[in-house]
């Protein structure tokens, strides 16, 4: 699934699309991992399976992306993520808590975005609390670390055909945030705080 990834941002390479990660040497190694990230396009899961696949990111992701997209339905499918209603809470909160077990025990990270939806300008959204709530609960170990995601929706500005040429993706990492030390509303206040304010309009 990673070279499948690779392939994948190599085909967007031929558009003149490139990819930056900044601050990937602070994301903490050998402990569980909460990345939450603002949500831009489809191509920001492509581009940090491969980037961060060190990390065996598995994501929080609406039931809607689990057919019908070549490579991230599959991925999605079989890859260890959770497919979402995002219509029906009692059915999201046990696959949630069953990931966040899942990395808690096995040292291995989730990404969530908690925005619900992508972002078809760049412009943020307001976060949704619940389903990092239930990650933070169950994972008492991790870190939460925050991503910026700037100019990943100008890949689909005008819809799944013509791509966006010459797009330069950047993935920005914060500081980390050990769940231990905070209580999930300072939390989740710092989270949106510092990932918001990197986003580039």
């Known amino acids: 699934m990673d070279y499948l990834n690779f392939f994948l941002v190599r085909c967007t390479n031929l ?38 696949r060190d990390f065996h990111c598995k994501f929080v992701s609406k039931k809607e992306l ?43 990270s989730a990404l969530i975005f908690p ?35 700037n100019n990943s929706w100008k890949m689909v500005r005008f819809g799944a055909f013509p791509m966006g040429l010459g797009n330069r993706l950047k993935f920005t990492i914060h500081q980390p945030l050990k769940v231990s030390e905070f209580s999930f509303e300072e939390l989740m206040e710092q989270t949106e705080k510092v990932v918001v304010e990197g986003i580039q309009i």
Request: hydrophobic share 35%; with cysteine; glycine share 8%.
């Open 15 to 52: 558009l003149g699309t490139t990819y930056q990660f900044e601050n990937t040497e602070s994301i903490p190694k050998n402990v569980p991992i909460i990345f939450v990230a603002n949500h831009q396009s489809l191509y920001d899961i492509v581009a940090i399976i491969w980037y961060l």
């Open 66 to 108: 689990g057919k019908g997209i070549p490579s991230v339905s599959y991925n999605l499918n079989h890859g260890g993520s959770v497919l979402i209603d995002r219509k029906d809470s009692k059915q999201a909160i046990p696959l949630i808590k069953g990931l966040s077990e899942y990395i808690e025990k096995n040292t291995r």
């Open 115 to 149: 925005e619900g939806t992508r972002s078809r300008t760049g412009q943020p959204k307001s976060f949704a609390q619940s389903g990092l709530k239930i990650l933070c609960k169950h994972a008492p170990s991790a870190y939460v670390v925050p991503i910026t995601i």
